[in-house]
């Protein structure tokens, strides 16, 4: 009999284990990728010519096996604006109560000045000329966490690429399906980042069952930490896992050392569902710049990209002088689980394993 894990999606990736790992760390999606699952990485936040330089580099890693790129795709932004025209941008108010922050807590300026300055769903111009990137170098898969990739489609398939949506509302999917995209990502409220309102188990069947008659294979997200969530997205007719926070501590992950433990300390309720980060409903540990935009004096969180560059000196700022107590990452509601500092071929062989054993208690 074939194994319980071998899905749809393994078939069509050529891959051992149905186990996607969303990751911002070329060593993590390359551990993952050599160890049998697939990897996406994230370079939302990359010029042009490092994406192809990470590119370049994961492909001299792999052999020859598949991996994807995620960007971030917004249509909400403006279509071309430089940073010190978005700077110009926002209120007197929200200036005045970011810095209120910053002198309350002794919120240390960043050495360097953050990425988002320059890239990261600023605007759609920059969205596009990283996008081009991705064509020039016939990536196997391309995946999109905001926005909706169906104007692509039809260029990417000519180029043999697969495209992947991740949605939060069935109607989001629905859309993505009549527009041919090849694998649909079902995210529910657990997840880390970017996410909607629905809770991963009331997502995932419903996107499943309007896949269904398209035969394109649904990936569950959100909170998934573990061989009991993997068993469990596969038994809601899932044909895998997408998964982020997962790997965040691993050994290969380049996260900062005071980040890696607070995440390894982590309980569910420290992540909060709030768009005080980038202006989108986004899931992320809890910070003083949370507990103060959540306040009563705060004002209301700016409309992207704005929001995200008034919140980028603040982390930055913390994670270049490693203050612990200012960090915040985005997280999922399993970060629970995640308490080792594992190898990414460990994280993943260890919920393959007990994957099966819950397949095995139920089969036998
Ligand atoms: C640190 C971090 C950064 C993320 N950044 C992005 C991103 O740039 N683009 C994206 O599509 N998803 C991003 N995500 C969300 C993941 O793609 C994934 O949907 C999510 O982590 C799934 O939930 P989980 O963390 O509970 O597994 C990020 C997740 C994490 C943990």
């Not at 760390?25 to 697939?38: E, R």
């Not at 000045?113 to 016939?138: C, S, T, Y």
């Not at 294979?217 to 982020?244: D, K, S």
């Amino acid at each position: 009999m074939d194994s319980p894990l071998h899905t749809a999606l393994c078939d069509k990736l050529g891959i051992e284990y149905p186990v996607v790992a969303f990751t911002h760390c070329k060593d993590v999606a390359v551990a993952v990728i050599n160890a049998g699952g697939f990897s996406v990485l994230g370079e939302a936040l990359h010029t042009p010519d490092e994406i192809a330089a990470d590119i370049k580099w994961i492909r001299e890693r792999v052999g020859g096996k598949p991996f994807g790129i995620d960007l971030v795709l917004p249509s909400t932004v403006p279509e071309e604006k430089t940073v010190e025209q978005l700077l110009a941008m926002i209120p007197k108010g929200h200036r005045d109560f970011e810095q209120m922050i910053k002198h309350k807590y002794n919120v240390p300026d960043p050495k360097i000045a953050p990425n988002i300055h320059h890239w990261g769903g600023l605007d759609q111009k920059r969205a596009m000329d990283q996008l081009n990137v991705i064509f020039d170098e016939r990536v196997p898969v391309f995946a999109s966490g905001l926005g909706s990739p169906a104007f692509l489609l039809e260029r990417a398939h000519q180029l043999g690429m697969q495209v992947w949506g991740l949605v939060g509302k069935p109607k989001q999917a629905k859309r993505q399906l009549q527009a041919g995209t090849d694998v649909i990502i079902a995210q529910g409220y657990d997840a880390a980042g970017h996410t909607g309102n629905i809770g991963t188990f009331s997502i995932v069947p419903q996107i499943v069952d309007a896949a269904r008659d398209s035969g394109v294979p649904v990936i569950a997200a959100g909170g998934v930490t573990t061989g009991r969530h993997l068993a469990a997205a596969l038994a809601l007719g899932a044909a895998g896992v997408w998964t982020g926070s997962l790997w965040l501590t691993s050994r290969e992950s380049d996260l900062n050392m005071p980040l890696k433990e607070r995440l390894l300390e982590a309980e569910t309720d420290d992540t909060v569902y709030s768009d005080c980060i980038s202006g989108y409903t986004m899931r992320t540990t809890r910070s003083p710049w949370h507990d103060e935009w959540g306040s009563e004096q705060a004002p209301k969180p700016l409309q992207p990209p704005l929001q995200m560059i008034l919140s980028s000196n603040y982390i930055q700022g913390s994670l270049d002088y490693q203050r612990k107590d200012l960090m915040t990452e985005a997280a999922g509601q399993g970060i629970h689980y995640v308490t080792e500092m594992k190898p990414a071929r460990q994280i993943l062989s260890d919920i393959v394993e007990e994957a099966l054993d819950v397949f095995d208690r139920f089969c036998s």
